[in-house]
């Protein structure tokens, strides 16, 4: 065969497989590692398009110093915030395929590989996420999401379904589709998003870990966090609308809270929390919005959540409660977590924790 000559090089340059689409805003302290665990991937039919988005610190030397022919740099004058910035690069992509990745974060070597290979697999898909293992604080945790679409519905209406740094979807179907994200939900764009995305596509997870996620102090302020909350609660009450509830706001805090084990240690908290849990599954029986079965292991892994996160300190009584509740016999992982809920409170009734 002939050598490639200079124009086909141009093409295939033009037009890669894969756009790695990656934000940065004041990142100069992980930079560096982000870029090399990208141009390392064992596949590199890939551009790395970079959108600085506004950075005061030293981010535009670093990315200056980087020589390799796959980066493209996109400059904002001012900052756009996430949804901004990456709805900037999505429309300057040029690959098949756009892989998110943050510039905090560490690729694993096969990342592109394996997910091009996915959605090659599954024509049907519009994207695919993967496992996480976390950086920084709580280092070393695997994250797993659902990975048949199946489960990512009723996964939802509760948690977003992927790990948003690990997402590869197919950049022609997401335009014509009119998909964007939606920085009127910020900082929860992506779970918007994804709602968005799973009433018109399939779409799943590898199992397999595709890049290690920094946790650290400087991911969000307090005031984000709490923004969090809100705009994932403003996601939830849409989602509980085509269920066909009418929550109230205090029912949309107490969805969120108990999806996250965060109410307090009482047998009134317990109790609301089951007698919501069967009012969703209630309302799916008339609309079937979800496969009965997803949606209850859905609550029954909810269940078993929240009442974990109180059987130190309620020991028995929580137990009783969570028995008693037909949440306790609800999808394939039931009788596991009524296992694991029994134990935990023998440990609490046994060997109470020390004032």
Known sequence: MGRMGALDWDNLMAQ???????????GEAYLSQALASILRQTHDDFELLVVDDGSTDRTAEI??????????????????????????????????????????????????????????????????GGAVRTLGCG????LRYPCEPAELPAFCLFYAPFAHPTVMFRREW????????DGAYYPA????????????????????????YRVHGQSMTGGEWSA????????????????????????????????????PPSEES????????????????????????????MLNYVW?????????????TAWVLYRQSPLAFMGPEAAKHRWLVRLAALKAQFFPKPL
């Open 174 to 181: 997401f335009q014509r589709a009119g998909l964007a994200y």
């Open 139 to 142: 280092s070393g945790t695997i």
């Open 16 to 26: 890669p497989r894969i756009t790695v689409l990656m934000p940065v805003w004041n």
């Open 228 to 263: 969090m909350d809100e705009q994932t609660i403003r996601v939830q009450e849409q989602l509980l609308r085509r269920l066909g509830m009418s929550p109230t706001a205090e029912q949309l805090r107490l969805h969120r809270a108990a999806s996250l084990g965060r109410l």
């Open 270 to 297: 317990l109790e609301q929390a089951a007698d919501w849990l069967q009012q969703l599954a209630a309302s799916n029986r008339e609309t079937r919005q979800y496969p009965p079965e997803r949606l209850a292991s």
């Open 63 to 128: 990315l200056t110093a980087c020589h390799d022919s796959r980066l493209r740099v996109l400059r904002n004058e001012t900052r756009r915030k996430l949804s901004g910035a990456l709805n900037r690069g999505i429309a300057e992509a040029r690959g098949e395929f756009i892989a998110r990745m943050d510039a905090d974060d560490l690729m694993r070597p096969d990342r592109l590989a394996r997910q091009v290979a996915c959605l090659e697999r599954n024509s049907d898909w519009i994207c695919c």
């Open 189 to 212: 764009e992506d779970y918007e998003l994804w709602t968005r995305i799973l009433r018109q596509f399939p779409a799943g997870n590898l199992p397999q870990v595709l890049l290690e």
């Open 304 to 316: 078993f959540r929240q009442t974990m996160a109180v059987v130190r300190a309620m020991g028995q």
